[in-house]
């Protein structure tokens, strides 16, 4: 049965060919690709390479993709292999229909014609009626190598004169009409070419099959570019120019950077940055992003310096952030103002658009500098970048990131503030605050029992802690904002972790008043009750600073004994660097805590 290459195409986009070939054997990284000893023959020395689309043994010479690789080591047929795979990726096979039998037709035909067409604009480029076209490409520091590897042509200047050339091959225009290279006529008139007045370039897909184009209008006229439409083999938002020769460039090591147009892509590659891609005329779509990562997993999003590129930085790491993960991430570089990379790299050559590479940030550093740019510094406007920022944040889907990039938002937003440094620049403890050093923390009383249970009561003790202590903040909040709590705590917590980014002053009176505003004074009652069962004098309003952290830190490591040994060492790290009063002090606190909670020592609030 023959299947539609496009499925198959599908299927090889679906299936993470490491972790087929790493069922066989071990595999390592070997910077962006994966390499292990041979399945195929007994060596000792690796030798066997597997790449993103493909593997190949540099000793025995085995090489092929997943689905020759299924069928090489388990003996399977071609459709077995198939549809093994397609299980794994959760596509269907086509069944052998006669319709899917014609699409696969038209497919075929289709590419033929899209070849045979670049073959004409190509043609065309060196006859005496392309010369203006040759011109300008020459004009723009384009090389004869350059132009003949991204097939650039030139449509003719007149309508009919790629049906004209096409004819002669046999290629009727209901063929060109499908193909997106001719226009239906108004009024029953003929079809007539899309492209004309043209330089055209060549749209290929990941394989180098030329599966549309675009043209640039000669001149002044408008649309100065013209993409081709929609066909059965041309998918615009799922297409990236260049993509074909970004591949082979990826591979050897060339930082994979996405940029604007065409002339910026075909200048990129002549100056050596081999894997450089583009949308076609579009924002990126996720679809898009996929392929980016396809190629690395730390692409370049490159935009213009001025306040368009800004916003289009943003639109696109927002798409970006629900796909984001550990080992796929974004950088974004900002061109300087008045540039591109064509007339950068024309203008300073490889070292000045190697300049803006090197510059690229992180996501989310590029975002809180996108976002917080122009902000005044007043109360409200880090408030309201406190929720915007919150906002992005929320949209990543890997928890643990999203948790590390909320934290640096807050970190940022927290130097921004005069009267405030990074998080845990404030020791905790009285000593802090111009009182005396740390007393020993007293035992705990233990109230009768209630009807709680030990989980939801440790976590109220949390948080009411912090409502009658927010001093405590700056040392607890990352263990804060990590910790499951039900559903009313975490709205407490949520509310309370954006008002210490933007308070001027971390007293309770403060958070009672915003969360009082903020229409949870219902959640701050039942929080503070002391029915069915009292609260523990750490979480009194009069309870010593010092008192209170030592408490949250005993009951937060009754939760989360885990994380509590992750701060006991982070606190014995930091005293070994920093070796000062409150490092020490916050070691003791976290120490004593970690030994309460293996002594098997309940929480105040907790029955014997």
Not at 4 to 11: K, Q, Y
Not at 580 to 595: F, K, M, N, S
Request: contains cysteine.
């Amino acid at each position: 049965m023959a299947l539609p290459a496009g499925f198959l195409d599908e299927l090889r986009a679906r299936t993470p060919l490491a972790a087929v070939v790493g069922r066989r054997g071990k595999l390592a990284r070997s910077g962006r690709n994966w390499k292990g000893c041979c399945p195929f023959h007994n060596e000792k020395t690796p030798s066997f390479y597997v790449y993103d689309n493909g593997y190949h043994c540099f000793g025995c010479g085995q090489h092929g993709d997943a689905i020759s690789f299924v069928m090489q080591t388990q003996g399977l047929g071609f459709m077995e292999a198939i549809e093994q795979l397609a299980g794994e990726a959760g596509l269907d096979v086509p069944k052998p229909t006669p319709a899917a039998a014609e699409a696969e037709r038209v497919r075929h035909s289709l590419q033929e014609v899209l070849s045979a067409a670049e073959a004409s604009y190509r043609r065309r480029l060196r006859l005496p009626e392309g010369a203006r076209a040759l011109d300008y490409l020459r004009g723009r520091g384009l090389t004869e190598e350059t132009i003949d590897s991204f097939g650039l042509g030139w449509s003719g200047e007149g309508r009919g004169a790629l049906a004209a050339d096409l004819a002669r091959e046999g290629i009727p225009p209901d063929l060109l009409l499908e193909a997106g290279l001719m226009r239906p006529g108004d009024e029953g008139r003929a079809p007539y070419d899309l492209f004309f007045n043209r330089v055209m370039f060549p749209i290929r897909d990941r394989r180098g099959r030329t599966i549309s184009f675009g043209g640039r209008i000669m001149g002044d006229g408008q649309p100065k570019y013209v993409n081709g439409p929609e066909t059965a083999v041309f998918s615009k938002r799922r297409t990236l120019f260049g993509l074909d020769l970004a591949r082979e460039a990826a591979r050897t090591g060339a930082a994979v950077v996405a940029v604007e147009g065409y002339m910026d892509v075909i200048a990129l590659h002549q100056a050596g940055f081999g894997a450089a891609v583009a949308p076609l005329g579009t924002a990126l779509t996720d679809e898009q992003l996929e392929e980016l990562w396809r190629l690395s997993d730390a692409p370049v999003l490159c935009f213009d310096g001025d306040g368009a590129g800004a916003r289009a930085a943003i639109r696109t790491a927002e798409l970006a952030l629900p796909m984001l993960g550990a080992e796929r991430t974004l950088r974004l570089a900002s061109l300087p103002a008045g540039e591109d990379p064509d007339t950068l790299v024309r203008r300073q050559g490889a070292p000045g658009f190697q300049a803006v590479l090197d510059a690229a940030r992180p996501v989310a550093e590029a975002l809180y500098d996108l976002l917080s740019e122009g902000t005044a510094d007043t109360v409200e406007a880090r408030a309201a970048l406190s929720r915007r920022l919150d906002a992005v944040a929320d949209k990543v889907a890997d928890k643990p990131l999203a948790w590390e990039m909320r934290r640096y938002f807050r970190d940022r937003l927290r130097a921004r503030r005069p009267d405030r440094g990074p998080p845990r620049s404030r020791p905790m403890g009285r000593a802090g605050y111009g009182m005396p050093p740390l007393r020993p923390v007293p035992r705990f009383q233990r109230p009768t029992p209630g009807h709680g249970t030990a989980a939801a009561e440790r976590a109220r003790a949390l948080v009411a802690i912090l409502l009658q202590h927010p001093s405590l903040l700056p040392d607890v909040e990352e263990a804060f904002a990590t910790i499951d709590l039900p559903p009313a705590l975490t709205r407490l917590r949520d509310a309370i972790l954006q008002w210490s980014q933007t308070a001027e002053v971390l007293d309770s009176a403060g958070l009672m008043s915003h969360l009082t505003h903020s229409g949870l004074a219902a959640d701050v009652a039942q929080a503070l009750s002391v029915v069915p069962i009292p609260l523990p004098g750490c979480a009194a309003a009069d309870a010593m600073p010092a008192d209170a952290g030592a408490g949250w830190w005993h009951f937060f490591g009754l939760m989360n004994p885990e994380r509590l040994d992750e701060e006991v060492e982070a606190a014995r790290a930091a005293f070994a660097a920093k070796a000062d009063e409150a490092a020490q002090r916050r070691l003791i606190v976290l120490t004593a805590a970690r030994a309460a909670v293996l002594r098997g020592e309940p929480g105040e609030s907790e029955a014997p």
